[in-house]
């Protein structure tokens, strides 16, 4: 990051010390006795960044462009921070099959993302305790709003298809063995309308994401109760979850609860908070601007 601090309003150095600040914790984060302390050293300073980027007063494209950059230089150095974190965790848990990592092939792995044998646990708040009675709603901008109960999305048995995930903090489970049934079947059950073009899937307890129904339609994409031949774990969103591996991890939004057809692209959970709209692994879509 260039530092002109020629040009720099009141405010605004303070901003860059601590994002250095934070840099040069993170750096030597690796050798620390406790890096993961060290990691949440770095975390903090780079809140106090987000918390000058607040107060900042905002007269000016140059005051805007300033904010908006370095709001994003945060959001990205916390996604690193978690990256980090979650890699010295990332083991295959009991009974679970350890995903290849040893691939050379470039085509299967994308930019900047490192493979992880095991499956790491992410979400935000809790996962539900009381799965009774499990159902999917798909509502919104559709002929019949349909209340699907877990079994009734398991008759049939659905189908597998094994596809790629990656998570926008760095790593990637190659080979995943999803059963479950198509979204776009479920959207085709309900009858999309003709100005339905996006779609809010929502997740226990208040998490979502969104997505165009083109993308929703896509081959791979299930709404899925069995990964790699076992039942759904509950901490990798069980019993149902939804599956999108052309896109980052956050859109693949466990304990699946409702798909709501919308006339517009409107943001979801992470979206809201600075995540990129469309979220192409491939195009490196992190966060919003990329
Ligand atoms: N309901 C819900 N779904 C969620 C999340 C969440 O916080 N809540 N996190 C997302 C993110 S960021 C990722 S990478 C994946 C992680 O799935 P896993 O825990 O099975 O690895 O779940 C996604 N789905
Ligand atoms: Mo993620």
Redesign the pocket.
């Known amino acids: 990051m260039s530092v002109d601090t020629g040009h720099d309003r009141p405010g605004h150095a303070e901003v860059r010390r601590l994002v250095v600040r934070a840099d040069e914790i993170a750096k030597a984060a690796p050798a620390a006795t406790d890096p993961a302390r060290a990691r949440d050293r770095a975390r903090g300073v780079l809140d106090q960044a987000r918390q000058r980027l607040d107060e900042l007063p905002v007269t000016d494209q140059q005051d805007r462009t300033f904010v908006d950059t370095f709001a994003t230089q945060v959001s990205r150095r916390m996604l690193d921070l978690d990256g980090a974190d979650l890699a010295a965790t990332a083991r295959p848990s009991a009974g679970m099959r350890r995903a290849p990592t040893d691939v050379s092939d470039p085509v299967r792995v994308p930019p900047n993302q490192h493979l992880t044998p095991g499956?790491?646990?992410?979400?935000?708040?809790a996962p539900p305790t009381d799965t009774a009675g499990w159902s999917v709603t798909v509502s919104g901008r559709v002929h019949d709003r349909l209340v699907f109960a877990l079994d009734e999305l398991r008759d049939g048995g659905g189908l597998t298809a094994t596809s790629d995930?990656h998570?926008?903090?760095g790593w990637s489970r190659l080979d995943n063995d999803w059963t479950g049934l198509p979204a776009t079947d479920l959207l085709d059950r309900a009858g999309v309308r003709p100005e339905g073009s996006h779609v809010l899937a929502y997740?226990?307890p208040a998490?979502s994401a969104n997505m165009s129904v083109q993308a929703l339609r896509a081959p791979g994409v299930l709404v899925a109760w069995a990964h790699d031949g076992r039942p759904l774990d509950v901490?990798?969103?069980g019993p149902v979850?939804l599956v999108v591996p052309q896109r980052y991890?956050?859109k693949?939004?466990?304990?699946l609860t409702e798909l709501r057809v919308v006339d517009r692209d409107v943001p979801g959970y992470?979206e809201e908070r600075g995540y990129h709209m469309h979220a192409d692994p491939w195009a490196e879509q992190r966060l919003a601007g990329d």
């Open positions: 499956f790491p646990v992410l979400h935000v708040e995930f998570c926008v903090t997740g226990h998490y901490a990798h969103g979850r991890g956050w693949s939004v466990k304990w992470w």
